[in-house]
């Protein structure tokens, strides 16, 4: 069943053009080829990495944060109590109103005491930034080392100056040995960030992060597996050189030179919305769209690698919606706000204002404590009537 499987996968038509197979791509007289079995040894590799940025965020992230002045906000510990615990481990984070009374009169505690038990609670499961520092400097570390170490694959390639020529004599084009490990490197790192995406510090766009490095991972295995690697290098290249900058201001950003994070932002902004918006649809789409073709009818893989490569220019215009909402507060208020992609902080203070403000505490009888009228049996209101008729007597 399994050997039946992979041979029916591996047919040379859903891979390789018209009227070419396997055997025409096979290593003889000196020239290698890539083969498909070749990326197996990302897996592997990808465990050494996360070894790597284990050693990396604990020994150099993290003395490097608090030497650039990073420091962790003081939380309040929650006091325990099962039947939250229960609630929000299992129903929700964020009770509506009508759970919020039920649980309050469950514990025997005021509605109030049971939002701050919830809102501080959530608090305690938000990464402190000492932890996103260290994540964002580990990404710096890679992108920066990649998009470096693949300029130097690539600069003298003439693929790199003329996209045009990724297709000369396609697919009969041999595999260089540099341009093999950095393509090896670059899949192992995406391997590693999806291992660790359930560890790692979760945005509001976790969904696309998810569906880009899939993405990213199935275009790579693919473009190596079909010998695409030219058109598959200047895509990976292209996407490095923003990729840095937006490290890089990240770690900035957790640390206290604002000015220096800001212009940062401006040059990623730049650098993003003309590689991803300019660059990739004129020069990387419209060679795997038209150019590719050639003298060559298409074929399943063309379809396939232009369906994954569209995915990701609707990633692109999605990633930059978002900073261009940024780029707007920053032009209305002078400097850049905090990634509006994550969590922002709550605030036990502010939100027992607002609440008191909409509704009054309750007691745990239920009785409301809101403002009492005056008592008219007192010391001070006998006095103020004996006042008043001695007054009206005379």
């Not at 899949?187 to 560890?199: D, E, G, M, N, V």
């Not at 969904?207 to 693919?222: A, D, P």
């Not at 190596?224 to 900035?252: F, P």
């Not at 209101?381 to 009206?392: E, F, K, Q």
């Amino acid at each position: 069943m399994l050997s039946s499987f992979n041979e029916w996968l591996w047919q040379h038509r859903f891979w390789l053009p018209p009227n070419v197979t396997w055997a025409e791509l096979e290593d003889r007289d000196g020239r290698v080829y890539p083969h498909p079995q070749d990326m197996l040894a990302a897996l592997p590799l990808a465990l050494v990495l996360l070894a790597m940025r284990l050693a990396f965020e604990r020994f150099i992230g993290l003395p490097l944060s608090q030497w650039l002045g990073v420091r962790d906000q003081t939380r309040r510990q929650v006091k325990p109590n099962a039947t939250l615990e229960k609630h929000f481990l299992t129903e929700g984070h964020r009770p509506k109103e009508p759970q919020l009374s039920l649980l309050a009169a469950r514990c025997g505690l005021t509605l109030r005491q049971t939002q701050r038990w919830f809102r501080r609670r959530r608090k305690q499961d938000r990464p402190q930034l000492t932890k996103k520092f260290c994540e964002a400097s580990w990404r710096f570390l890679f992108y920066l080392s990649s998009f470096v170490g693949g300029l130097s694959v690539l600069y003298h390639e003439s693929w790199l100056w003329a996209p045009v020529m990724c297709w000369e004599n396609y697919p009969n084009q041999t595999l260089k040995p540099s341009l093999y490990w950095w393509y090896l490197l670059e899949l192992a790192f995406y391997l590693s960030l999806l291992i660790r995406l359930p560890f790692d510090v979760k945005r509001k766009d976790f969904k696309e992060q998810v569906i880009h490095h899939f993405v990213v991972v199935i275009l790579m295995t693919f473009s190596y597996s079909a010998n695409l690697l030219r058109i598959g290098s200047l895509v990976l290249l292209l996407h490095d050189s923003a990729d840095y900058l937006l490290e890089a201001c990240k770690m900035v950003n957790y640390t206290q030179y604002q000015h220096v994070c800001d212009a940062l932002f401006l040059i990623f902004s730049l650098v993003f919305f003309y590689t991803r918006l300019v660059l990739f649809p004129t020069q990387i789409l419209y060679t795997t769209y038209y150019e590719s073709l050639g003298n060559r009818g298409p074929f399943f893989g063309y379809y396939f690698c232009n369906g994954l490569l569209m995915l990701l220019q609707l990633l692109h215009v999605f990633w930059s919606c978002l900073i261009l909402r940024m780029l707007c507060s920053f032009i209305k208020k002078g400097q850049m706000e905090k990634d509006i992609r994550s969590d922002v902080e709550e605030s036990d203070s502010s939100e027992e204002e607002e609440a008191g403000a909409q509704e009054p505490l309750q007691l745990k009888n239920g009785a409301a404590r809101g403002p009492r009228p005056a008592p008219t049996d007192g010391l001070r209101s006998r006095v103020a009537g004996c006042l008043t008729r001695h007054t009206t007597a005379t």
